[in-house]
Each structure stands twice: as C-alpha cells, then as structure tokens.
C-alpha cells in the first residue's frame, strides 16, 4: 500500500506540470437523469502539499476511481485550497480539496475572493483538519501573540493553511504582514527551516498524522512543542462558524499531554457543471471503498457518512445527493 502514498502521485503531478497544468477531463455530460454511473473519460485532482495529508488521501482516491469506474483519474501536488479552488475554477482541475472555511469564502464572495463568488459545489464533506502550531522551545513562544517579531511559516501561499494562520494572527491583536516575519513556505521547506534552526515555527492545517510532523517532533524531540490556539477560537467563529474545538492526542506525535486545538472540516469539491453522473458514482465509491482509503492514511477513518452532506454554505452537487439517497 505504501506505493500508493507517493509513487502515484509524485509521478502524476510531474506529468501535469509538464503538460502545463491539470488538463481538461473528456467526459461532458453535465446533465441531469445520468444515473450513478461515471462515463468514460479523465479527470483531475488538485490535492496539497507533497507531505501533506491532501496528497496522500487524493493519491489513493484518484487510484481507486481509476480501478473501479471508467475514469481514469490522475492527481497532483498544488498549493491547497486557495489555489485549488481557483484552479478548479479555470477548469484546470477537476476535484479539489479544500478547507470548509476558505470553501465558504469561496461561495460567499469574501476573503481570498472578495467580490466574486465561485461556482463551485461539494461531493462529500471529509476528515476534519487540525490547526496545528508547533514552536521551538527556545523561541518564547507560548501563545500566536507572543509570535510577534517571530520567524513564522504560514504555509503555502494561497493555501487554506495561510488564510487560518492569518486569521490566528488577526485574531491575537496581529499584523501578518508588519508583526511577524511571516514565511510562505510549504510543508516541505517548513520542515527544513524548523530543522536548521531559520524558524522560529508554523502554522499547519491538515489531518493527523502529518508526516513531515512526525517526522519534526521525532528528529526534534523537545526541542519543539505544540500551543494552545483555542483561546482565539471565539474571533475565529465571529468570521466562519465552521471553526471548532478539537484535540490533538498526546500519542499522535508523542507527546507529553494532549492538546487543545481548532479543528475545521475538508471538503471535497467541483464546479458546478460536473457531470451528475460522476458525482454520484465517486461519491458513492469513497463510502463503499472507505476501508480501501483507510489503509492509506488514518485520516480518512474520519470521514463520516453521517455527516458527508453537511457541506453549508457550500451547495451540495445535485449528483451527490443522488448518492445520499436525494
């Protein structure tokens, strides 16, 4: 299975890159009656950064669509949510990944989009992200204020991981562009500045584990340490309601004591003219094939049927509801 988490997808998003971007998808059916059964063509996926969780969920779902539908779908690394909904949007991609909030920016016309709401609908909502905000020790940093002149990774730029570490910043009295030394660095990079020292921390949004995590607090140890974001969770919630209360367990990463955190759920998302078809049948295929995903990465155990509609404001793509049972 481990060939699923990096091989298929390293290689995909290598040819897309050559090809100059996502590429367009063959089947056009958009209309509706088509049943639950996918047509024949390609299509895309935009995931996340390559040690991210995005990367490795949308590399074994784009394999499982390929083995069990006629699409062959292929998926690639990108910046994450603000960039995906945008590219998914200029019809570069597909499907995307993407955090509820900044799909909820999307939607709404605000933030990132300001002004110009995004045809964009969901297929299912998925595993929650966790906000997770890991400092070194001898920074000083106990709490996102004492980040102040502080050497900080916001993540990717346009990434849903820069919006909630803005809003963090925002949130703690914060000017990111003025108060911190903010690096927009992805995962990759992030990791390699906390290992030699040029960070002082970052900022991350995405599920548990996270490998390059795992991979930090293991070479690291003690000298790096998660913080408590959820005092700022009330001026999160004033901007988007979708913002909760969650916990990272102590064993995730290996601890010394769970910790407190924000939490907002992933969606899975496309444009509004996807064919109904598809959008039943891959939806359909990721609760029936779950178990599959399930060895792909832990995260995906909490991917919830129950709640797979609750996608608002995001609508919910009419082929999906199909899925649901209408």
Same mark, same amino acid.
């Given at each position: 299975?481990?060939?699923?988490?990096?091989?298929?997808?390293?290689?995909?998003?290598?040819?897309?890159?050559?090809?100059?971007?996502?590429?367009?998808?063959?089947?056009?059916?958009?209309?509706?009656?088509?049943?639950?059964?996918?047509?024949?063509?390609?299509?895309?996926?935009?995931?996340?950064?390559?040690?991210?969780?995005?990367?490795?969920?949308?590399?074994?779902?784009?394999?499982?669509?390929?083995?069990?539908?006629?699409?062959?779908?292929?998926?690639?690394?990108?910046?994450?949510?603000?960039?995906?909904?945008?590219?998914?949007?200029?019809?570069?991609?597909?499907?995307?990944?993407?955090?509820?909030?900044?799909?909820?920016?999307?939607?709404?016309?605000?933030?990132?989009?300001?002004?110009?709401?995004?045809?964009?609908?969901?297929?299912?909502?998925?595993?929650?992200?966790?906000?997770?905000?890991?400092?070194?020790?001898?920074?000083?940093?106990?709490?996102?204020?004492?980040?102040?002149?502080?050497?900080?990774?916001?993540?990717?730029?346009?990434?849903?991981?820069? *919006?909630? =570490?803005? +809003? /963090?910043?925002? @949130?703690?009295?914060? !000017?990111?562009? $003025? #108060? *911190?030394? =903010?690096? +927009? /660095?992805?995962? @990759?990079?992030?990791? !390699?500045?906390? $290992? #030699?020292?040029?960070?002082?921390? /970052?900022?991350?949004?995405?599920?548990?584990?996270?490998?390059?995590?795992?991979?930090?607090?293991?070479?690291?140890?003690?000298?790096?340490?998660?913080?408590?974001?959820?005092?700022?969770?009330?001026?999160?919630?004033?901007?988007?309601?979708?913002?909760?209360?969650?916990?990272?367990?102590?064993?995730?990463?290996?601890?010394?004591?769970?910790?407190?955190?924000?939490?907002?759920?992933?969606?899975?998302?496309?444009?509004?003219?996807?064919?109904?078809?598809?959008?039943?049948?891959?939806?359909?295929?990721?609760?029936?094939?779950?178990?599959?995903?399930?060895?792909?990465?832990?995260?995906?155990?909490?991917?919830?049927?129950?709640?797979?509609?609750?996608?608002?404001?995001?609508?919910?793509?009419?082929?999906?509801?199909?899925?649901?049972?209408?």
């Amino acid at each position: 299975m481990r060939s699923w988490k990096v091989v298929p997808v390293a290689v995909l998003a290598v040819a897309l890159v050559a090809a100059g971007c996502g590429g367009k998808r063959a089947a056009t059916d958009t209309g509706s009656g088509a049943g639950c059964e996918a047509a024949d063509g390609r299509i895309t996926i935009a995931t996340g950064n390559s040690g991210g969780v995005y990367y490795v969920v949308g590399g074994g779902l784009a394999k499982l669509i390929s083995d069990n539908t006629k699409l062959k779908a292929t998926a690639a690394e990108t910046g994450a949510s603000v960039q995906n909904i945008q590219q998914l949007v200029a019809d570069d991609y597909d499907v995307a990944f993407s955090l509820a909030d900044t799909a909820a920016d999307a939607v709404n016309g605000k933030g990132a989009f300001e002004g110009a709401p995004q045809q964009v609908r969901a297929l299912t909502r998925l595993y929650p992200n966790y906000t997770q905000v890991l400092v070194r020790t001898s920074s000083g940093i106990d709490s996102i204020a004492d980040m102040r002149g502080k050497r900080i990774s916001t993540g990717s730029p346009k990434s849903g991981t820069e *919006v909630i =570490a803005n +809003r /963090l910043l925002t @949130a703690a009295g914060l !000017d990111p562009e $003025k #108060d *911190v030394s =903010a690096q +927009r /660095l992805d995962l @990759a990079k992030t990791a !390699d500045g906390m $290992k #030699d020292g040029s960070l002082d921390g /970052l900022v991350w949004s995405g599920g548990l584990p996270t490998a390059q995590l795992t991979d930090l607090t293991t070479s690291l140890r003690d000298q790096v340490k998660f913080i408590d974001v959820t005092p700022l969770l009330p001026e999160l919630k004033e901007l988007n309601p979708v913002y909760d209360r969650g916990t990272i367990p102590a064993a995730t990463y290996g601890q010394p004591a769970d910790v407190p955190t924000v939490v907002v759920p992933n969606v899975l998302l496309v444009r509004s003219d996807f064919p109904a078809g598809d959008a039943c049948a891959i939806t359909r295929l990721l609760f029936d094939k779950k178990a599959e995903l399930e060895k792909i990465h832990p995260a995906v155990k909490d991917i919830l049927k129950e709640k797979a509609a609750l996608t608002d404001p995001v609508p919910l793509h009419a082929g999906s509801l199909d899925a649901f049972g209408g």
